[in-house]
């Protein structure tokens, strides 16, 4: 297969896309390269969240979404890629490099869960049960295996055990400071920021208590249509990992993305979460309500969504601030 490179149009629509990826408080810490042999991608310290993301974990993961969103949407335009995964040992920031080739067809699978990139976001609203629910997570599943993560579905005796984890959780990060600066400097305003989790995309107060397996965010706007009827009903999802190296965290985010378009495509609602697995004492509890002796990374509530309009997509960093010609050099 010969690699080449796209025009430019092509390119930067296929980085805009992937730039729609989900991240951690949408930070977006990502940063493209383009040079004539293809594409890199770096995780961008300086987008690190230390109080909610100590390692960068969820940095990575973010970055391994907007890497597979990436391969969505070349493949819809017609470009298949070589993705070569930390080529760099001394370069922690270069996560992966990415060769492009011409592809002879769509795969309409493809194209279908590229179509998806543009009407997936993030629903933190209470979901109604999503139907036939066995006929799809085997599907979710080989998704998931095809990035080397396995996913899990975490039955309805799990719920309540991670639901008073969270609430637990809440009250304990609640008194914390430097976490509360942080989660505030990112969610809940109300003008249009090209990054951060904006209030629209926020539960109520009312709303917030109809949904346990929560982040404990600001309040925002957002309400299903009838918020007094409500309790979630989500199907409760997790990925796990053999190892926590940063390749595994890599893997993670591409399945991450993988499962949420695939959701999105089949009219699903989904919301990754996290909070439970950054403190060691929950993410232990995660490990052993599953039936998987891996490390969990994500949870994921799927379900059906619960309002009658469309939630506003959230903002990302204009092209110019993500995508560079050539590696910038650091300053001195
Ligand atoms: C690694 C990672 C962790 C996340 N953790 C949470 C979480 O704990 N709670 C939540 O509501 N959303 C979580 N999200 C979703 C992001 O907040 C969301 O992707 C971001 O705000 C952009 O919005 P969008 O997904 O609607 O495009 C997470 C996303 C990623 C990739």
New binding site residues.
């Given amino acids: 297969m010969t690699s080449a490179v796209p025009d430019r149009a092509s390119l930067e629509s296929a980085v805009a896309l992937a730039c ?1 990826a ?5 930070s977006q810490p990502w940063r493209w390269v383009v040079d004539r042999y293809g594409l890199s991608l770096f995780s961008d310290p300086d987008r690190l969240l230390p109080a909610t993301d100590d390692f960068g974990r ?1 940095m990575v ?2 970055c391994g ?1 907007a890497l597979n969103h990436l391969e969505y949407a070349f493949a819809a335009q017609g470009w298949g890629i070589d993705i070569d995964r930390m080529p760099a040992r001394a370069d922690r920031e270069l996560l992966a490099t990415v060769g492009m080739f011409h592809q002879r067809e769509i795969v309409p699978d493809d194209a279908r869960l590229a179509e998806a990139i543009p009407t997936r ?2 629903d ?1 609203l209470p979901f109604a049960a999503p139907p036939s629910w066995d006929e799809t997570t085997p599907h979710l599943q080989a998704v998931s295996e095809r990035s080397g993560v396995r996913l899990v579905v975490l039955g309805e005796r799990s719920r309540a055990a991670l639901e008073e984890a969270s609430l637990r959780l809440s009250g304990l990060r609640g008194g914390n400071p430097v976490y509360q600066a942080e989660l505030r400097w990112w969610a809940g305003h109300p003008d249009p920021f090209p990054q951060g ?1 904006p209030e629209a ?1 926020l539960p109520s107060a009312t709303q917030r208590r109809s949904v346990s397996l ?2 404990d ?1 600001p309040s925002g706007t957002a309400a299903s249509a009838d918020p007094a009827a409500l309790q979630d009903q989500a199907a409760i999802l997790l990925l796990t990992t053999d190892a926590d190296s940063r390749l595994d965290w890599l893997r993670c985010g591409e399945a ?1 993305s993988a499962v949420l378009l695939t959701c999105a495509s089949r009219g699903l609602a989904t ?5 439970l697995t950054e403190m060691p004492a929950t993410r232990t509890l995660v490990r052993d309500l599953s039936s998987d002796p891996g490390l969990p990374q ?1 949870l994921i509530r799927v379900g059906v969504a619960t309002h009658e309009q469309t939630l506003p ?2 903002s990302r960093r204009p092209l110019s601030e993500v995508l560079f010609k050539v590696r910038p050099t650091p300053p001195e």
């Fill in positions: 729609r989900p991240s951690l408080h949408n969820q993961i973010s979404a976001s993030t933190r989790v995309a929560a982040r965010f991450l919301c990754p979460v996290t909070h994500v997509t959230t």
